[in-house]
């Protein structure tokens, strides 16, 4: 059985990889912008950001903001994409009940196919 040390840095792994690779895709229509990747490992509190100049606005946005919680389960706190993340972290190996739409409130994760919390 794994334990939830052992689940938290097994997640963490799977969050900072596809993370990287997310930040790798430029954006065709902000050519003067970077994704950043926000990694703080201690805490479990992971983000991609987009920042730069288009073309005469700043930008500095989030584009994924996810944590860990205390019992290995993945919060995810944002995502201003449509790509489905969460199944994108089920794809890499992290079980639906381990993963919370933290974006959503309580009465909605419920009807959920994930975590209630």
């Known amino acids: 059985m794994e334990t939830v040390t052992e689940k938290t840095s097994r997640h ?13 895709i430029k954006h065709a229509n902000l050519p003067d912008c970077e994704n950043m990747l926000v990694a703080d490992t201690e805490n479990h509190h992971y983000q991609l950001l987009t920042t ?20 290995g389960k993945i ?9 489905d993340i969460a199944q994108k972290l089920v794809e890499r190996g992290v079980a ?3 993963i919370v739409l933290g974006f959503y ?5 419920e009807e959920s196919e994930y975590a209630v919390c």
């Open 12 to 24: 963490q792994r799977i969050i900072v990889d596809y993370l990287k690779e997310r930040s790798a």
């Open 75 to 83: 919060w995810i706190r944002a995502n201003w994409t449509d790509t």
């Open 105 to 109: 409130p309580d009465y909605m994760r």
């Open 52 to 71: 730069g100049w288009a073309p005469d606005r700043f930008i500095h946005s989030i584009t994924f903001h996810l944590d860990i919680a205390p019992d």
């Open 96 to 98: 639906k009940s381990d």
